[in-house]
């Protein structure tokens, strides 16, 4: 089956880091920190419970990068909680004043598999849970699957415990096509280097598939549709937002200096955990900043281990990461780093 490209303003419509508002139309904002434009963005929107929050946040991430390992969480996480009420606020969620999340520790060996996290069903996780179509009831994951479902320190994961399966497959080129006979339209994107082979297709999760039509590549492209009418644009990208949110379920990015863009492999493996990076990210943070206030020992004996490095990655990539998701978030803007940077 034949397919077009679909362009918007000359350039191919393509997939966002915002997941619930994309703007679609807008150009990618180019900022070194998205900090002062996202209190910009509130002050002009007049949202100035949000922009309370968002001020806060930017004040315990200056405070996290000046502190050591073993303190840090604890600010970062208090970054990521008024972040996300920013967030909740400026959607206009109903949320309660509680966490939402809790910790408790098994056994008595130091080993992550031990540190275990709870998703509650009310507070501010349980209401990011939801404004991202995620549940949260009483869900409990070990902190070691946690960050493992984090794209953004895989490569530290992996490199930490070797004998579990890559759960990350990099994409190229991901954008919609439409139908050369009809209105269907889907995602498609290309399988590159070591990755472009029938192996790493019967990796990927059930909604994708091999795109066949094209030879020469490997590319692959999701089973499910949605109609693009060219003369009917405004319902189009109606129609395309709402594909794109269950896309994005499958579909993760790290922060960069380019856009870098993830599919996580599908398949019963164990500790595969269906949740945006965000809701992990908050979750796992929040972990650590228990132990940094409550038993800083504990968490010291943790950067004894063999997963130190993971910790360390973790700890030091993970506000920077989950401050561009929540700015994206927010606004409904993609935001990269000016070329000069």
């Known amino acids: ?10 350039k191919n419509l393509t997939i966002h880091k915002a997941v619930s508002e994309p703007h679609f139309n807008e150009k990618t904002v180019l900022v070194t920190s998205t900090w002062d434009y996202v209190d910009l963005w509130l002050k002009r929107a007049g949202k100035h419970d949000a922009r309370f929050f968002w001020n806060q946040a930017h004040s315990f991430y200056d405070a996290t990068l000046l502190l050591p390992k073993v303190s840090a969480p604890l600010t970062a996480y208090y970054c990521f909680l008024n972040a996300a009420k920013a967030l909740l606020l400026t959607k206009g969620s109903t949320f309660s004043d509680q966490h939402g999340v809790s910790g408790f520790t098994i056994g008595g060996q130091t080993s992550l598999s031990n540190e275990k996290v709870k998703f509650k069903s009310s507070g501010i996780l349980p209401a990011l849970c939801q404004h991202l179509g995620e549940t949260a009831n009483g869900e409990i994951y ?4 946690l960050l493992y479902n984090l794209p953004n320190i895989h490569r530290a994961f992996d490199l930490t415990y070797s004998a579990d399966t890559e759960l990350f497959i990099p994409i190229s080129n991901p954008k919609i096509v439409r139908s050369m006979t009809t209105h269907e339209s889907w995602f498609c994107a290309e399988l590159t280097d070591k990755f472009a082979n029938q192996h790493t297709i019967n990796k990927l999760p059930a909604d994708f598939e091999r795109e066949r039509s094209v030879e020469g590549k490997w590319l692959i492209r999701a089973r499910r549709r949605f109609n693009w009418h060219p003369n009917q644009r405004p319902a189009s990208l109606n129609r395309y937002k709402n594909y794109h949110k269950n896309l994005r379920k499958d579909l993760y990015y790290i922060n960069g200096g380019s856009r870098l863009w993830y599919i996580k492999r599908g398949g019963n493996i164990n500790g595969i955990i269906p949740r945006s990076s965000m809701t992990i990210t908050f979750a796992a943070m929040h972990k650590l900043s228990e132990m940094a206030r409550y038993t800083p020992d504990k968490l ?3 950067f004894d281990c063999q997963h130190n490095w993971l910790l360390s990655e973790f700890i030091t990539s993970a506000p920077t990461q989950f401050i561009d998701e929540i700015s994206s978030e927010l606004t409904g803007h993609e935001f990269m780093l000016p070329g000069r940077n």
Do not use: V
């Open 142 to 145: 070990t902190l070691k699957d």
């Open 300 to 302: 010291a004996r943790h």
């Open 1 to 10: 089956m034949g397919f077009r490209d679909i362009k918007k303003k000359k």
